[in-house]
């Protein structure tokens, strides 16, 4: 029984619901983070959110069982490893697709529709497609973007262009990098094995597919730099007997913010260290929990981003 648990908790893959911390970002951004009735909305869209995530690592494993089982890793995941039947995880998937519809529809209509448009993304994208490139990382980008927008949904409020642009551009690099290291961990297969797990693979280059990364990590931190010198919290401003305020300008003045700007950096770059050096990237939310250090620059960042927004105040 035991045994049993262990396996489903592994189909359900719960350490990918790292991604759905992005609902939180409206929350956050809009100053509204102690606003406990919200919070709680937010909670509970979390874990709802949590319920679909599920439902699609389910569905895509039974899709792709037989291609798992030719991967270096995957090949141990409970479906491919024959740990559990395709039988048991059909009827998985049926219960969660249920239960996240009728949580989903507890929050608001918008919450609701906005699931039923996730779970049909990522079906198509199990089905057929992963098959289409540069299309397949459009569509795991895409999974990330909605995310956000759920967040806004159940709060009402909206993040800025500005980071909505950062949060395009940064799941186009984490997707892009996803594909670069999958590349790079079957590099030893022939075309012909390259194809059969997983196509679009056969019509990437490493040189294609490192252009890309270089242009979405260049525009990520362009975007988000961009975000904190506009944005304008209610912070204080810094005044000094000895540096006179007109000498500071507007760069210490409400742009606070702009100090959150060194982490993301150094994120970005140790995430590529990763991909490049250690041949990682294939799973984002294994890296972040292996690499103490990237970690700790994620850390940073949130405490940061809170303590700017909600306590520098006048």
Known sequence: MKKMFRNTLKLLR?????????????????????????????VFGFFVFCIASSTIYVINDIFDVKKDRLHPFKKFRPLADNKISIKTA?????????????????????FF???????????CY?????QIEIIDILTLAGGYILRVFVGEVITGFHISAWLLLTTIALSLFLAIGKR??????????????????????????????DIYLSVFATSSFVFYSLFTFLENPKGRQFT?????????????????????????????????????????????ERILFSDRALLTSVVIWAVLVVLIIYYVKA
């Open 113 to 123: 529709v906005l699931t039923i448009i996730f779970l049909i993304l990522h079906i």
């Open 240 to 284: 000094t007997d000895l540096i006179p305020a007109d000498i500071l300008g507007t760069y210490l003045q409400r742009k606070w913010l702009m100090l959150t700007i060194i982490p993301v950096v150094y994120g970005i770059m140790r995430y590529l260290q990763r991909i490049y050096e250690k041949h990682e990237g294939e799973s984002p």
């Open 180 to 209: 670069r290291s999958e590349l790079t961990l079957l590099s030893n297969l022939t075309t012909a094995q390259i194809s059969i797990t997983r196509k679009t693979l056969s019509h990437y280059s490493e040189k294609l597919l």
């Open 90 to 110: 059909i009827g998985i998937a049926f219960i969660l697709v249920i239960i996240s519809l009728f949580l989903s529809l507890l929050i608001t209509p918008a």
């Open 126 to 130: 199990s089905v057929f497609l992963k």
């Open 14 to 42: 719960p350490r990918q619901w790292i991604k759905n911390f992005a609902i939180f970002a409206s929350l956050i951004f809009s100053g509204q983070l102690f606003n406990i009735f919200l919070l709680q909305k937010v």
